[in-house]
């Protein structure tokens, strides 16, 4: 909008200006949504938010260190990509679908190693628990139970580092940085009680949304007659339901990531600042930040396995939402 057309308008061209990136903002986040109906689309969307954490995090460092007043962080095109993400006029235009696609297969294969050593040790115990319950295998029946916990143990202190390890790799834009664990420990040291902060934040941000997982099963007890609607009617309701979780889950995840950017970018500044935390308070300290948050990362898992055992979907046990690919499964109501 030049200073013309705002003058005509009656609006002030930089008022006009930020309402128009905030609508842009609004419609790629509404893109996000409708694509993360679909698991593939939803490795778009990984990809997406990989290149919203880059883009927070330069704002943010370049805040920090110049003293500079804060700007809001634009969000990252579906088609035409920033000039300092590609470059030619070709990429520009349309180096966006590239960069998702290969940031968010990056991503899915750096969280699937992170997390695929304990989803399939839950799903495994899980699987043996139901077995072991139908065939009155009553002399194996430790087996499901200790699976489960071994898998519960393996998942806290990998669930602890995840969100930093995520922030680091969309930084530096190589799938190796996600598995540096002396300088991601060293990051989440450095952050200090905002690390536990985003934890505690993640934890509750996860509640409503395996609330979701659950409700289905007793819908009846809150939409009465629902089992003799229609065909349609129900299918209807069940892509709003849908439709419903992952706007939620996708928003969530937005804001937690540029969270993550964020305070990624405070950690690397102390650490290049030689930040320091050797005395007996401070290590005490941060085996106090250790324990929250593997108390609260062990809230998160408790969700998943009240969840699927109210309302069970095998897919959720290897691709839990809040820490790998952001897609709300397919449920279907009880009728």
């Not at 308070?281 to 324990?291: E, K, T």
Request: overall charge positive.
């Amino acid at each position: 909008m030049s200073t013309t057309d705002g003058a005509v308008l009656g609006v002030a061209p930089s008022r006009g200006l930020a309402l128009g990136a905030r609508l842009s903002s609004l419609m790629r986040q509404a893109i996000a949504i409708l694509l993360a109906l679909h698991p593939l689309g939803a490795v778009l969307v990984l990809g997406w938010m990989m290149r919203l954490m880059r883009a927070e995090a330069r704002e943010a460092r370049r805040r920090l260190t110049r003293g500079e007043r804060p700007r809001r962080v634009p969000v990252p095109g579906w088609l035409s990509a920033a000039d300092d993400e590609v470059s030619g006029r070709i990429g520009r235009l349309v180096g966006a679908v590239w960069l998702n696609l290969r940031d968010g297969v990056s991503a899915l294969v750096t969280l699937a190693a992170g997390t695929l050593p304990f989803t399939l040790l839950w799903m495994l115990s899980w699987w043996g628990g139901w077995e072991n319950s139908f065939n009155k295998g009553y002399e194996q029946s430790w087996v499901g139970p200790v699976v489960g916990l071994v898998g519960v143990a393996l998942a806290l202190p990998l669930l602890a580092r995840l969100p930093m390890a995520l922030a680091y790799q969309a930084v530096e834009g190589r799938m190796s940085a996600f598995f540096a664990r002396r300088h991601v420990a060293s990051l989440i040291e450095a952050a200090g009680w905002r690390y536990v902060g985003l934890t505690l934040l993640s934890a509750i941000a996860a509640l409503p949304l395996f609330a979701m997982q659950a409700l289905p099963t007793f819908v009846e007890g809150w939409s009465p007659g629902f089992a003799e609607r229609s065909a349609e009617e129900i299918e209807t309701f069940i892509t709003r339901y849908r439709l419903l979780a992952t706007a939620y889950l996708i928003l969530a995840l937005v804001a937690l990531r540029r969270m993550a950017a964020r305070l990624h970018v405070r950690a690397s500044l102390a650490l290049e600042a030689n930040w320091s935390s050797r005395s007996m308070s401070s290590r005490l300290g941060a085996w106090m930040r250790q324990i929250l948050i593997w108390a609260c990362w062990f809230t998160v898992v408790a969700q998943v396995f009240v969840a699927q055992f109210v309302n069970h979907q095998w897919v959720v046990w290897l691709l839990p939402p809040f820490s790998m690919l952001p897609w709300f499964a397919p449920l279907t109501p009880a009728p």
